[in-house]
């Protein structure tokens, strides 16, 4: 499952829907928040536990709710999930990471029950690349790195996407919301632009600014990593 499809282009979702077809894993976009697509990872879930009532059923056992859990990082919309499935608010659910602290049963429907738990993380996260593009999105906790650090290394990221015309511009985005072009500078520098031309020179404040625009979508549907070639 892949929620917050909202935040992506058109172009986005069929590239990786593309590839996910070619590697045999059928993926399912949804909009927590707004309900899209919920109901046809409810659907999944039941067909995949539908082979074990079945046995039961053969044994003569009754047929009982199919239980799944609800696994993947911090502040994906986990929960988001579970509350808009019962249409109403029932587990801790907040745009940020750390919410959810323990493990929750709940029941969906008579032939359906889900495992709400907390966001889960590598213990040690090798890959720098990735603990970036998680910290962008803020899928791990605020006190695990330095908002200036972060904000300077997306920057980074836009201009290292930013190759084609057939992908979205990225480096636009910025002239577009900021009034400041990055073109011939690397995020080190852009920070400190930003600070001083809108900011009154205050670099943690231009920090912050650019990593929320970018996580509560004012900076359009930028993707931070296309499908492998």
């Given at each position: 499952m892949?929620?917050r499809?909202d935040?992506?282009?058109?172009?986005?979702?069929t590239?990786?829907e593309?590839?996910?077809?070619?590697q045999?894993?059928?993926?399912?976009?949804?909009n927590?928040?707004?309900?899209?697509?919920?109901l046809?990872v409810?659907k999944a879930?039941?067909?995949?536990?539908?082979?074990?009532n079945?046995?039961?059923?053969?044994?003569?056992?009754r047929a009982?709710?199919?239980?799944?859990?609800?696994?993947?990082?911090?502040n994906?919309?986990?929960?988001?999930l579970i509350?808009?499935?019962?249409?109403?608010?029932?587990v801790p659910?907040?745009?940020?990471a750390?919410?959810?602290r323990?493990l929750?049963?709940?029941r969906?429907s008579?032939?359906l029950?889900?495992?709400?738990?907390?966001?889960?993380?590598?213990?040690?996260?090798?890959?720098?690349?990735a603990?970036?593009?998680?910290?962008?999105c803020?899928?791990?906790?605020?006190a695990?790195y330095?908002?200036q650090?972060?904000?300077?290394?997306?920057?980074?990221?836009?201009?290292?996407?930013?190759?084609?015309?057939?992908?979205?511009p990225?480096?636009?985005t910025l002239t577009?919301?900021?009034g400041i072009g990055?073109e011939?500078?690397n995020?080190?520098?852009y920070?400190?632009?930003?600070?001083?031309?809108?900011y009154?020179g205050?670099?943690?404040?231009a920090?912050?600014?650019?990593l929320?625009?970018?996580?509560?979508?004012?900076?359009?549907?930028?993707l931070?990593e296309?499908?492998?070639?």
């Amino acid at each position: 499952m892949l929620n917050r499809v909202d935040m992506i282009s058109a172009e986005a979702r069929t590239a990786w829907e593309t590839w996910f077809r070619s590697q045999g894993l059928p993926p399912y976009f949804t909009n927590a928040q707004q309900g899209k697509g919920v109901l046809s990872v409810a659907k999944a879930a039941q067909d995949a536990g539908a082979a074990v009532n079945e046995r039961r059923q053969k044994r003569g056992m009754r047929a009982r709710p199919v239980r799944a859990v609800v696994l993947g990082f911090p502040n994906v919309g986990k929960s988001a999930l579970i509350n808009r499935l019962l249409k109403r608010k029932v587990v801790p659910s907040a745009r940020k990471a750390g919410v959810t602290r323990q493990l929750r049963w709940v029941r969906i429907s008579e032939t359906l029950e889900l495992l709400d738990s907390p966001g889960v993380l590598p213990a040690l996260l090798k890959d720098q690349d990735a603990a970036l593009k998680l910290a962008i999105c803020d899928d791990i906790g605020e006190a695990a790195y330095d908002n200036q650090r972060i904000a300077m290394g997306f920057v980074d990221v836009l201009r290292s996407l930013h190759v084609s015309d057939a992908t979205r511009p990225y480096i636009e985005t910025l002239t577009e919301r900021y009034g400041i072009g990055v073109e011939g500078i690397n995020g080190e520098d852009y920070l400190h632009v930003l600070a001083e031309g809108n900011y009154q020179g205050d670099i943690e404040r231009a920090a912050r600014t650019l990593l929320r625009d970018y996580r509560v979508g004012n900076l359009g549907e930028l993707l931070l990593e296309w499908p492998p070639e």
